[in-house]
Structure formats: C-alpha cells, structure tokens
C-alpha cells in the first residue's frame, strides 16, 4: 500500500488569542484505512485567458471514491485567478500564490474539475491522488 | 494588517518512483490585493447527531450570505471522526464537490455567490389607536399611540427573527436575514403571515419583491446517523 500524507497548517493574527489549525490526513481509499490510494496524476500547467478548460476529467471508476485534489496556483501577480468549477458550479477564484486541497466526487461523467484563468495566463501545479482508474484501449 | 498562512504539505516515500515531497504556503489576503484577509468565523466544531434513515439530514455550515461573493474566501473542514466509514459529503449548494473520509480535510477557495433577499415595504397609515396590533415573523407590535410615524418607528425597533428593517417616517422596509425564495413575498404588494388588528388603521405592503436562493451555500451530510464531528472555519474578506 501507498502511503501519501497530507498535511496543512494554518496560523493567523486576525483574533485576539492565536487562531491555529493543523491536520494531517494519510489519503486512503474510500472507507478504509489500511489501504492507501495508490494512483496519482499530476501536472504543471499554464492556463491562457478566455477558456475553460478540463483540468480533470471525471470517470465513472472514480465515483463514491475519496480522490483527493491539489491545485496551487503559482502565478505571482496578485490580480490573477483561476476559477475552480466543479460541473458547472463555481466552487472559488484561486488567486496568485493560494492552493487548495479538496475531496474530489466524480458522482457522473460530467462532475469534470474544470479551470478558466482571468487577468492573465495563470501557471498552476496540481496533484490528484485516486484510485480504481484503467487507462482507456487504445482505439486507433 | 492581520497575517493569516496557510501551508500544505504532501508527502510520499512510496507512491511514486522517487520520493514525494510538495510544499507551499500562502498568505490569505483579499481578492487581487496583498491586503491580508480581515475576518474569520474563528475554528468550529459541529456536531451531527441526525436520527432518522439515509440520506441522513444535512447541516449548511455556512450559507453564502456569511461571506463576499467572489470574494478571495477560504473555508477548511475536517471530519474529526476515526471510524474509517464514516465520511462526510461536501456540497456547494446543490453540487456534490466531494467525500470527506474519517481524518480527511479539505481548505478550498469559496465563491460564496449569493441570493437575493426578499424585501418588503409596509407603510403605516389610516387611524391607529392605543392598543392596535401588527403582528409578523412571530412578533406583535402594539401601537403605543395614534401617530403612525411612532408605530412605524415601534416596528422598526423590534428585532424580527428572520428580518432586518430600515425606516423613513411612517414607512418600514423589511429585508430577510437569509437569501431565498422563502415564499414570504407572494406578489409586489402582497406577503403571507402578516395580520393587522386595527379599527381603522392600516398596514398596507406598499411594494414588494421575491427572492432567490442561494449558489454557494456550503452543505454537509453525514453518512451515518450517530455522532459525526466537523471541524471547520471561514476566512474571508
């Protein structure tokens, strides 16, 4: 079994007492916890302005799963963003130098994590850690 | 200027050919700034005991409203629960975005685009007396002269459960708390739930507008009906 952690610490100022928060997860597959997610796909990419794109496709294989996905947009203009949308519904705008790490549903064909980038060509890096995939048949 | 960071990291000695070791920090500020974000829900703890058969009851854990739309808003949630089955589904409105697993945390941007809020106006008029009542959302007012623009002004100072009001003389806006098609606002001079007890005075709804729900709304269901934990908070702007 794969072991993948992930990790996240959050510190702030804005309370008058500290406001903290931290959590580690080991990414396991779905209702378990002795067996890791064992596949992964990554990539570092730049996005133009102007069109949505299909960052992850989903498949049926990944349905009821506990994919996990991260995205980090390392544009360093702070007017830019990339917006995360999920099927159609916008989850958020990742702006310059903000990551996210989410579960990642793909409940139909269409629950594609999909990615439009404003104000300028934004470079991301994302990970997504899954499991049950088969790659497609060659078919030509 | 509050400082908020957060750091994500990923790590994995056996995943990959090579080691796996990914890291990065961000500094939360407000959209398209280096303003640092300036307020927060401070970290929650929700408890889902819900009963009943699946799908069990949902929670929203923060509605649309709490935050600016488009606004650079960061949400984190954990399910705190350690019996590996139990899982939380995470929905942004009516949109599943996924399964949050015993130990799992999710820390995403939130878009938190909003509704619109029913909004009404009722003009007090006619001939109040002492003693005359308007009741909505629960609360009755009694008219505590014949003025109308004093019985405007007693109904504005009433804190409605589910309404904001503003005044001008003798006519009062209400606003709802919550976006929403709540069904309150049945037409632009009509609304349900209201009721006069007046001789001669009147309470009319002079204009009126429905609203419309929420896109955003951040929506949590458990997978069992026993106890589950969410931790959770909001950042935002």
Redesign the interface.
Known sequence: M??????????????TGA?S?T?S??C?K????AD???Q?RMGYNLIPTGTSFDLLDATAAGA?????V?I?NDSTD??Y?V??V??????????A?????????Q?DAT?DLEITATNGTNTI?W?C?HEGETLTTQAD | M???????????????TDV?A?S?S????K????TG????S??ARTNFTVGGVSPFTSKVIYRANDATS?G???V?L?NLSTT??E?F??Y??????????????????????DGTEETFVVTIAGSWAEGDTWSFDGITTTAANTTVADIAAQIHAQRFPNWTTSISTAVVTFTARVAGAAGVVTGTTAITGDTLASSSGTANITSGAAGTKS??DIIVVPSVATTMDL?H?L?KE
């Open positions: 794969a072991t993948t952690t992930a990790s996240m610490a959050l510190s702030s100022d804005l309370l406001l928060a959590a997860t080991t396991m779905a209702g378990t916890t890791g997610l064992d992964a009821d799963k506990a994919a996990k991260m980090s702070e007017t963003y917006t995360i999920i099927d159609a519904k916008t989850i958020g705008r990742l702006y130098g903000d990551w996210m790490f989410i579960p990642w549903n409940d629950h890096t990970m850690f | 509050a400082t908020t960071t957060a750091t994500i990291t990923l790590e994995s000695s056996d995943l990959l796996l990914l990065t961000a500094t939360l500020t959209a398209g700034g280096s974000a300036t307020q927060t401070g970290l488009n650079a808003n960061k984190y954990k590996a089955a899982y589904t995470v942004i409105d009516q949109e599943q975005m996924g399964r949050l697993y015993a130990g799992d945390w999710a820390f995403f941007p939130w878009s938190a685009v896109e955003s931790e908070m950042i």
